[in-house]
């Protein structure tokens, strides 16, 4: 590798541990400082209730809007209460009753994604994982309200897409999304996990790099540092761009949005 190419690595690199950092804000933090009377709804009404993905209404500014979004753990404990923020079918199948719930009512979906992938162990296979992420991509598409998508952290593979389908993708300045993590596409392709930054690279998974491919709407920007450094400054830039991007979606008549949304994701990769 150049000495180019390896400070171009180095600098994605660092995108990917920001993104990662432990102190950074997760879901429920963006939540109750953009949010105030949240109010979370438990249970996929099939199997259990799965604590990676949190959802239900909030007020926001003068509209009721349905929040759906993925959250990681902070203490040892949390971090196996959330399962590290990779959801099992039941998460998903409680985002696809929480997606229809929002269609039945008008309420505006924001999703905030934060996942390094959907969890791949042997009961989330057996309880259907692939049909419930397939079925929520089916559900988001079709839904006829508007869809803003915010990646805060980690947007990682069909396990950030089973919430991730929407009119408007926003990305936090030092977040990152791709169709899978750097280990995991080292692995498959090298099979050698020391090839990360390598695979980063090849990635094209940061903010900047996805605004520059147009599958980014709007990058958001963090506080100097990172966003960990002040949680209050990067909740206003959040919920700043939220509303600038309900606001325009607000102009747009329902079939128009749907169809828009329809030719947004048949037009990725062409």
Not at 69 to 86: I, L, S, V
Not at 160 to 188: F, K, Q, T
Not at 234 to 257: F, N
Request: glycine residues 10%.
């Amino acid at each position: 590798m150049s000495a180019s190419n390896g400070s171009v690595a180095s600098a994605t690199w660092q995108q990917v541990e920001l993104a990662r950092h432990p102190d950074r804000p997760y879901a429920l933090d963006y939540i109750h400082a953009i949010f105030p009377n949240f109010f979370e709804l438990h249970g996929d009404r099939v199997f259990g209730d799965d604590h990676a993905i949190i959802g239900g209404p909030a007020a926001f500014d003068q509209r009721t809007v349905m929040v759906i979004a993925q959250q990681k753990g902070r203490t040892t404990a949390e971090r196996a209460m959330r399962n590290f923020g990779m959801a099992n079918p039941e998460g998903y199948r409680k985002a696809l009753r929480l997606i229809r719930q929002a269609e039945r009512f008008g309420f505006p979906i924001l999703a905030f994604v934060d996942t390094s992938g959907a969890f791949p162990g042997a009961g989330a296979e057996e309880r259907g994982i692939a049909w419930a992420i397939a079925e929520n991509l089916v559900a988001l598409a079709q839904a006829r309200v508007p869809i803003v998508t915010l990646v805060i952290g980690e947007g990682g593979s069909g396990g950030a897409l089973g919430i991730g389908v929407g009119d408007r993708l926003l990305m936090m300045e030092h977040s990152i999304y791709s169709v899978a993590m750097p280990e995991a596409c080292a692995s498959i392709l090298w099979r050698d996990i020391a090839k990360k930054v390598e695979a980063a690279e090849a990635l094209k998974l940061t903010a900047a790099d996805l605004k520059r491919l147009g599958l980014a709407d709007e990058i958001v920007p963090e506080p100097p540092g990172g966003a960990q450094t002040d949680y209050g400054l990067a909740a206003d830039a959040a919920a700043a761009a939220l509303r600038r991007q309900l606001d325009q979606l607000d102009e747009i008549e329902t079939d128009r949005l749907v169809d828009e949304r329809y030719a947004r994701y048949r037009k990725i990769g062409v």
